[in-house]
Every structure is written in C-alpha cells, then in structure tokens.
C-alpha cells in the first residue's frame, strides 16, 4: 500500500500536534493512516486505501459509517436550526425517556459531554451523596483520564499512572483484582465505612475483555448494600452494545445505583450520561448542592444522533443482526487459534471482539475452548488458563500484537485498534463477506 500523503500529514501533524495526535491510542508505528472519510463497514485513508474498519470510532458507532436516512435526516436539520443554545430542548428530554424506559438501573439522567465527563461527575456525585471520600476500581479497568482513577498498585497501596497527578488524589482511590471476590471482602471488611462508591465495567473493554466471573458483581452488590456503598457500572463502552437497550447490566440481571454512558448513546458525536436513581442524581445542581455542568451538555444535535440512533436500532432488529455477525466472527476465530495459535484466547460478547495474544492458554486439552470468545465458563477446558483480569491481560504478548500482528493485517486491508487491550466492534454495516474476508486476513497474519 502507497502511504505518502498518511506520512506528510503526520509530519505536519508532530509540529504543532504532541506526538502527532490527539488522543494517544491513534499514534501507531511507524506512523497512523489518516482518514479521509468512511464508508459503509470500511474507512479510506488519504492515500486512497481502503480498510475494513472494526474499530468503529472506538465503539460509538453502531450503525458504521453510513447512517440511515432518518438518522441522518435528524442530524442535519438540527444543525440547519442553529450549532446550539445554551438553553434546553425537546430532544435532551426525549433521549433522557427513552434511556428511562430501556435500562433497568435509570430513573433520571444528567448529559455531559464525553465518558471521562461522566465518571469525573459519578465519582463526585458518589462522594457528595455518601459524604465518604474513598472509591474502588478494578486494576486494569479504565474509566477515562482523570485524576481519581489514574492510579496503579494493590489495595490501599497505589500511586498515581500518570505525571501530574498530586499522591493526594491516589490516596482516595482503593484497588482490586477484577474477578476476585475473596479480595472484595477483605478490602470492604477493611474499608467499607469509608467507601463512598466501587466504580466498574461490568465487562473490561480496555483491557482485553474480560467477562465477570458468575457471581462476581452480585458479591459487589451485597457488599455496597451491606456498607452503604454506591455500585457505579461504567458502561461508555457496553452501553447500548451489550445487552441491547438493557445494556450490560440487563444482560447480567445486577442493578447499579449509578451507570455512566458515553460513545452509542451520542450516535458517533462527543458526549457521555450519568444515571441513576432519582434520589442520587438528583444532589446534581440545580437541584441539590453537587456542582455539574456544562456549556455544551445535551447538544441539541448530539441529542438528535443519539436517539435516532438509539430508534433505528431498537426498530430495525440491529442487535440481533450484529451480534450474529460477530457470533460469526468470533467462531471462525476460535478455529483459527485453535489451529494456528492455541495459546492465544478469543474474547468478547454480542458485538465486541478480540483475540489476546495469552501465552498460558490450554489448547490442547480435550473439549477446546469456548465456541465463539471466553464467557469465564467454569466447566471450559481452557478456564485456567483464560484472563481472569488485567493483570493476565497485561502479560500477554504485547509487542508481538503491536508491533507484528497489527501492521500485517493493516496490510490486508483490516483496521483494528493499535494494541491488544481496547475492544473491536461489529457494524450494523459489516457484511457476511467483511466477516469472511476479515476471517482470511486473520489466518494470514497468525
């Protein structure tokens, strides 16, 4: 493939862009195509290349690239009655309903305007509502780049991942294994009169995906109940993508008090959602004394793509068309790795995919493993040996992924996100061909 217009506009890009780039997962080696518009389940770069994209903007766009008439429709006349207000509309109301009728855990909504936003909000909100200042999260979750959950370490011994974070914020933030409920018990029977909130995916997304074990949020529901605890799903990822309409959480059968949206439920335009019992994100001001707000929240045209989005999808059968796709998809993966890399671990769930480059997998054993991604399956063959949490997904090989696999399918003409640790995602657009081909694409470069 010809990169020369991909590689001046980088060059460009470095001088007056750190790195290059705008957000640091874009900055592939040796340098990333830049798109110049998508098309359907495909992008084409500025070199006239065309890939078959399943990154899907990292999750929001449900649909691809080419929207329905009346999502687009929407969109566009929005947009033609003014960029916005700073004033309230119909539509933030309406979006609000329909997010109320569909997931199990939301009474009322506040709009912000990306998922980092709304987990800044939930842990402020969480704090404000319980007067406690201490919050839990899983070692290997991600919930945005801010200051609250940027940390590293075990249990009550952490410091902040990043540079320019005070150890003061790191001393208010508790850590645990994902999957691990003897280590919640411990750290509650520690902690618990001082934890405000336990803030988790109910599936990790950007680290690997990894499934909840059976029983695992259920055992942190008791404990936040038991201590007067707020339980947080940070769904930006599986909102409106696992589960259907339920999200993740209807999926699971566990109920939060609080869930944070982003990504699907804007239709591909910035923003993110905090919701929840009514009796909690009612302390938001106006209307209690927790301060949020936002010159840009409930974007009228962000509003719009959301629910029209959010419409078609629940009209038009898209759950069960793109989880089938990606049914398909993970299946054939799992053939492949069984006969190419046994080692290696297929994951993900109704439209997420993945495979991680595990070096401890069971291949071999009688039976294989699970017939279309690791659902934490006691009785699999492979269970031991499948990632449980961040930590096994951080041993995998990372650079092979990275450095070898990615730029031999980019070759081919697939794109997926730059390391093993984010999700891919599954279209609306995606076709039984794409899968097939991709399927091909996978067989070569493994």
Not at 193 to 213: F, K, M, S
């Amino acid at each position: 493939m010809n990169h020369e217009q991909s590689r001046a506009l980088y060059d460009r890009a470095l001088s007056v862009m750190p790195g290059g780039v705008n957000s640091s997962v874009r900055a592939t080696q040796p340098y990333p195509f830049f798109v110049e518009r998508g098309d359907g389940g495909h992008v084409i770069d500025a070199d006239g290349n065309r890939y078959l994209d399943f990154v899907m903007g990292y999750g929001p766009l449900l649909l691809g690239h080419d929207l329905p008439d009346q999502v687009q429709s929407a969109i566009q006349r929005r947009a033609a009655e003014g960029p916005m207000y700073g004033a309230p509309t119909e539509v933030e109301v309406e979006l609000a309903e329909f997010v109320r009728r569909h997931v199990p855990s939301v009474e009322m909504t506040r709009f912000v305007n990306s998922g980092t936003e709304a987990t800044v909000s939930a842990v402020r909100l969480a704090r404000g509502y319980t007067g406690r200042d201490k919050i839990v999260v899983m070692r290997g979750g991600y919930h945005g780049a801010q200051e609250s959950t940027l940390v590293e370490g075990e249990g009550d011994h952490v410091h902040p991942s990043s540079p320019g974070i005070p150890d003061e914020f790191a001393a208010h933030t508790l850590t645990l294994p994902f999957n691990d409920a003897e280590a919640a018990h411990s750290l509650f029977a520690e902690h618990g009169d001082d934890i405000a909130a336990v803030l988790t995916e109910p599936i990790l997304g950007n680290y690997g995906i990894v499934h909840p074990i059976s029983g695992y949020h259920e055992t942190l529901r008791e404990l936040c109940d038991d201590h007067g605890s707020l339980l947080v799903f940070d769904e930006v990822i599986t909102g409106f993508r696992v589960g259907g309409l339920q999200c993740a959480q209807g999926k699971f059968g566990v109920t939060p008090d609080l869930t944070t949206f982003g990504k699907i439920v804007g239709g591909g335009f910035p923003v993110g959602a905090i919701g929840g019992r009514s009796e909690i994100v009612e302390q938001f001001t106006p209307a209690g004394d927790v301060f949020q707000s936002g010159t840009f929240s409930g974007h009228p045209v962000t509003m719009a793509a959301g629910l029209e989005t959010l419409r078609y999808a629940a009209e038009n059968g898209v759950y069960d068309q793109i989880n089938g796709r990606a049914e398909q998809l993970r299946s054939g993966l799992t053939d492949i790795v069984a006969d190419q890399a046994p080692e290696y671990t297929v994951v993900g769930t109704d439209s997420m995919f993945k495979v991680i480059f595990t070096r401890n997998g069971a291949g071999t054993q009688a039976g294989g493993p699970c017939d279309a991604g690791c659902v934490q399956d006691p009785d699999c063959d492979r269970s031991e040996g499948c990632p449980k949490n961040g930590h096994d997904i951080k041993r995998a090989e990372t650079e092979r992924w990275q450095r070898l696999f990615w730029p031999a399918m980019q070759d081919q003409g697939v794109f997926l996100t730059a390391n093993q640790f984010e999700s891919q995602f599954v279209s609306a657009a995606h076709t039984e061909d794409d899968i097939e081909a991709a399927l091909e694409a996978y067989k070569e470069a493994l």
